[in-house]
């Protein structure tokens, strides 16, 4: 996208960690980077400190504190968007690998106490199998506690008869990543589902998007894949746009525009706009 000046935040680690980051920094061909996380982190790149150049853009996705320091922000800084708390829906018939089902479920379940896991699954013979294979990766689980609540409070399981019936719960949720594993792939048009990430195929998952497979990690969430998309190379360009007027141009069809446009500004009641437009249309009939 040709940005000059990049800056890259991330919370205080242990030593293996920060190398790491440092070292993604330099492939990246990052100049600048600041150990520092959470709601102060923006607050200091959005208003700029002794230490913290000042940006004109945020991007990442966060907490929550992060996230509502975001939204708070925007307007001083520009942001890519709004996510969180994380999601997943995994569509399934009875082809799927439960103990993959399972696995990616509780992956999802672990980011936070109000992440969202939805299982649709088609057809029978499969939630049994799913529930077992949970039960025994759950008490393996180091974190638990946090995926065991956001499994109780914030996820649902649903039957259906057929892909179809899967396809308009999934449009009416418009889940941040989607997970479809059924039998015949060809079954599946990719245009009907509204989700932020789409992952296919049965060895397929939501984790890969989440580090090395090319997906954007930053990926609407709260059901508004209806209204945007991931972060992408767009949301680090801006556009202008712009009009010439040349001197030797049309006086008849600029007389049209300037008369229809004083109409409007004078409907509008803005009749400086209007005198600044007929200043040139008597400038246009004298000549």
Same mark, same amino acid.
């Given at each position: !996208? @040709?940005? +000059?000046? /990049?800056? $890259?935040?991330?919370?205080?680690?242990?030593?293996?960690?920060?190398?790491?980051?440092?070292?993604?920094?330099?492939? @990246?061909?990052?100049?600048?980077?600041?150990?520092?996380?959470?709601?102060?982190?923006?607050?200091?790149?959005?208003?700029?400190?002794?230490?913290?150049?000042?940006?004109?853009?945020?991007?990442?996705?966060?907490?929550?504190? $992060?996230?509502?320091?975001?939204?708070?922000?925007?307007?001083? &800084?520009?942001?890519?968007?709004?996510?969180?708390?994380?999601? $997943?829906?995994?569509?399934?018939?009875?082809?799927?690998?439960?103990?993959? =089902? !399972?696995?990616?479920?509780?992956?999802?379940?672990?980011?936070? %106490?109000?992440?969202?896991?939805?299982?649709?699954?088609?057809?029978?013979?499969?939630?049994?199998?799913?529930?077992?294979?949970?039960?025994?990766?759950?008490?393996?689980?180091?974190?638990? +506690? =946090?995926?065991?609540?956001?499994?109780?409070?914030?996820?649902?399981?649903?039957? &259906?008869?057929?892909?179809?019936?899967?396809?308009? =719960?999934?449009?009416?949720?418009?889940?941040?990543?989607?997970?479809?594993?059924?039998?015949?792939?060809?079954?599946?048009?990719?245009?009907?589902?509204? !989700?932020?990430? /789409?992952?296919? @195929?049965?060895?397929?998952?939501?984790?890969?998007?989440?580090?090395?497979?090319?997906?954007?990690?930053?990926?609407? %969430?709260?059901?508004?894949?209806?209204?945007?998309?991931? #972060?992408?190379?767009?949301?680090?360009?801006?556009?202008?746009?712009?009009? /010439?007027?040349?001197?030797?141009?049309?006086?008849? +069809?600029?007389?049209? #525009?300037?008369?229809?446009?004083?109409?409007?500004?004078?409907? +509008?009641?803005?009749?400086?706009?209007?005198?600044?437009?007929?200043?040139?249309?008597?400038?246009?009939?004298?000549?």
């Amino acid at each position: !996208a @040709g940005v +000059e000046e /990049i800056l $890259v935040s991330f919370p205080p680690s242990n030593k293996e960690v920060t190398n790491l980051m440092l070292a993604s920094c330099h492939i @990246g061909e990052v100049k600048e980077a600041i150990s520092i996380g959470g709601a102060h982190s923006i607050a200091a790149m959005a208003f700029g400190t002794n230490s913290v150049k000042k940006v004109d853009k945020i991007f990442g996705p966060g907490n929550k504190y $992060v996230a509502e320091a975001k939204r708070q922000l925007y307007g001083i &800084v520009g942001i890519d968007s709004l996510t969180g708390p994380s999601e $997943v829906m995994i569509i399934a018939d009875s082809s799927a690998n439960p103990e993959y =089902i !399972a696995a990616d479920l509780l992956a999802q379940a672990e980011h936070g %106490t109000d992440s969202s896991c939805f299982l649709i699954l088609i057809g029978e013979g499969i939630k049994e199998n799913v529930n077992e294979a949970l039960m025994d990766q759950l008490n393996k689980l180091s974190r638990s +506690e =946090i995926a065991k609540k956001s499994l109780k409070d914030f996820s649902f399981l649903v039957e &259906v008869n057929n892909l179809s019936d899967a396809e308009k =719960i999934c449009n009416l949720v418009h889940p941040e990543h989607l997970q479809i594993s059924i039998e015949n792939l060809d079954n599946i048009i990719i245009e009907n589902f509204s !989700a932020g990430a /789409i992952f296919i @195929g049965a060895s397929n998952s939501a984790v890969f998007g989440d580090y090395c497979a090319g997906p954007s990690h930053v990926i609407p %969430t709260n059901g508004a894949s209806r209204f945007s998309s991931q #972060v992408s190379l767009n949301d680090f360009l801006i556009t202008s746009s712009y009009s /010439i007027l040349s001197e030797n141009h049309d006086s008849k +069809e600029l007389q049209k #525009v300037i008369k229809n446009s004083i109409e409007i500004a004078e409907l +509008e009641g803005l009749f400086a706009h209007s005198e600044a437009l007929k200043l040139r249309k008597k400038n246009i009939e004298t000549n």
